[in-house]
C-alpha cells in the first residue's frame, strides 16, 4: 500500500510539474493570437484548477472540525476554478463563432474576469454561509476489526449536496450544448 501512495505522489508531482511548465509558457506567449481567442488568462486558472484537483493539496490528515469546514471551502475554490474558466472559455469561443447573431463587445477579459468573479465569489459565500449555520461533525464509518475512516458531515448534507450536483452538472450541460453548437456552425466556415 505505501508503494502505492509513493507511485500516487511521484504521478502528482509529474503532473503538477508539466502544469506549471504549462502555465509559464501560457504566461509568455500571451500575446499569440491562438492564445488570445481562449483567454490566456482563464487557461491558466484552469490549469491550475485541474492541478488543485487533480493532486489534492487540500488533505492534511489531521481531522477537526475547522478542518473539515476549510476542506469543504477549499474543495469548492479547486471545483470552481477548474469549471469556471472551462465555461467561460467555451462561451467566448462559442460566440465568436456565432457572431453574426450575438454581439461581441462583452467578451473582453474584463468583462469575462467580472462575471468568473461574481459566480466565483457567490460559490464562495454559500459555502461559507452554509458551514456557518449548519453544525459540523465528524463520523467514523467501518468495522472494529478494520480501518474506520473519518468523514465530515454536516447538518442538512444531503440537500447541500444535491444543490452543489445541480450546479455542477448545469455547468457540464452547458458547456456541453455550446460545443455541440459550436461545432454545428464551424462546419459552415
Known amino acids: 500500500m505505501t ?32 492564445l488570445k481567442v481562449i483567454s490566456p488568462s482563464f487557461s491558466i486558472l484552469m490549469c491550475i484548477g485541474f ?28 471545483m470552481n476554478l477548474l469549471l469556471l474558466p472551462m465555461l467561460i472559455v467555451t462561451y467566448r469561443i462559442y460566440c465568436v463563432i456565432k457572431a453574426k447573431r450575438l454581439s461581441t463587445k462583452k467578451l473582453d477579459d474584463k468583462h469575462l474576469l467580472l462575471y468568473f468573479s461574481i459566480i466565483f465569489g457567490g460559490m464562495i459565500l454559500y459555502k461559507i454561509l452554509v458551514h456557518c449555520f449548519n453544525e459540523t461533525y465528524i463520523l467514523s464509518f467501518g468495522f472494529i476489526d478494520s480501518l474506520r475512516f473519518p468523514s465530515c458531515y454536516y447538518d442538512n448534507y444531503k440537500i447541500f449536496e444535491i444543490i452543489d450536483m445541480i450546479y455542477v452538472y448545469t455547468i457540464f450541460a452547458v458547456i456541453l450544448v455550446m460545443i455541440i453548437l459550436t461545432g454545428k456552425a464551424s462546419k459552415r466556415f
Not at 492541478?51 to 479547486?78: A, K, L, P, R
Open 3 to 34: 508503494n502505492l501512495f509513493i507511485f500516487l505522489d511521484i504521478f502528482c508531482f509529474l503532473v503538477s510539474t508539466f502544469i506549471l511548465i504549462t502555465i509559464i509558457l501560457v504566461y509568455k506567449n500571451r500575446k499569440h493570437p491562438y
Open 51 to 78: 492541478m488543485m484537483n487533480g493532486c489534492g493539496f487540500v488533505n492534511t490528515g489531521s481531522y477537526s472540525i475547522f478542518d473539515c469546514n476549510i476542506g469543504y471551502i477549499i474543495s469548492t475554490i479547486e
